[in-house]
């Protein structure tokens, strides 16, 4: 069974940075792609950002375009989002998941299996 892991969220101002970390360990891990999505209090998981695992096909959601970057080694089973220019509309928990499957894209939440435990980023205004 594989385990994802997030670490990196914290408490930082507007404009301010993060560097978001998910390792995976169990099994043999083989994703087709992985991504991060996120849930404000009172509000319904989105998606953030997806990578697949072979290619260098990226998918981002319009609120964080040019701001945030997905980016992942193979090596060590991670996958990193970096935040820029952080918002407060950027608070959430941040969670990392894997999916097995192939398909066009990789925005829904449906189209993961795995997925982490979450880490807290708050971004003050």
């Known amino acids: 069974q594989v385990q994802l892991v997030e670490s990196g969220g914290g408490l930082v101002q507007a404009g301010g940075s993060l560097r978001l970390s998910c390792v995976a360990s169990?099994?043999?891990?083989?994703?087709?792609?992985m991504a991060w999505f996120r849930q404000a209090p009172g509000k319904e998981r989105e998606f953030v950002a997806a990578?697949?695992?072979?290619?260098?096909?990226?998918y981002y959601a319009d609120s964080v375009k040019g701001r945030l970057t997905i980016s992942r080694d193979n090596a060590k089973n991670t996958v990193h989002l970096q935040m820029n220019g952080l918002k407060p509309e950027d608070t959430g928990v941040y969670y990392c998941?894997?999916?097995?499957?192939?398909?066009?894209?990789?925005?829904?939440?449906?189209?993961?299996?795995?997925w982490g435990q979450g880490t807290q980023v708050t971004v003050s205004s």
């Open positions: 998941a894997a999916c097995y499957e192939y398909y066009l894209d990789y925005v829904s939440a449906r189209k993961y299996r795995d």
């Open positions: 169990g099994r043999t891990f083989s994703p087709t792609a």
């Open positions: 990578i697949t695992w072979r290619g260098s096909a990226t």
